[in-house]
């Protein structure tokens, strides 16, 4: 299931991927080696997310995705986790 870590939750705020896809929000796909080759956990990258954004975010264990409610910390994430 998905989680919002930053901040209260809002009544409009998705809960899916597939619902925060449909507002627009930037969906960004986490690499299936990446966790193994770095040696860091799905916690970790939650965490990092929840210090590193401004907006509110989803994410997704099963589908290794992410979804951001602003384009600036969907790049930052990329630049970090998905490059």
């Given at each position: 299931?998905?989680?919002?870590?930053?901040?209260?939750?809002?009544?409009?705020?998705?809960?899916t991927i597939?619902?925060?896809?449909k507002r627009?929000?930037?969906?960004?796909?986490?690499?299936?080696?990446?966790?193994?080759?770095?040696?860091?956990?799905?916690?970790?990258?939650?965490?990092?997310?929840?210090?590193?954004?401004?907006?509110?975010?989803?994410?997704?264990?099963?589908?290794?995705?992410?979804?951001?409610?602003?384009?600036?910390?969907?790049?930052?994430?990329?630049?970090?986790?998905?490059?």
């Amino acid at each position: 299931m998905s989680t919002v870590w930053n901040g209260p939750y809002k009544p409009n705020n998705p809960r899916t991927i597939h619902g925060a896809q449909k507002r627009g929000w930037h969906v960004v796909q986490v690499p299936r080696n990446y966790m193994d080759r770095y040696d860091i956990t799905w916690l970790g990258i939650g965490l990092w997310a929840s210090r590193h954004s401004n907006g509110y975010f989803l994410d997704n264990f099963l589908l290794r995705q992410f979804a951001f409610e602003r384009d600036e910390d969907a790049s930052k994430f990329i630049f970090q986790f998905a490059l």
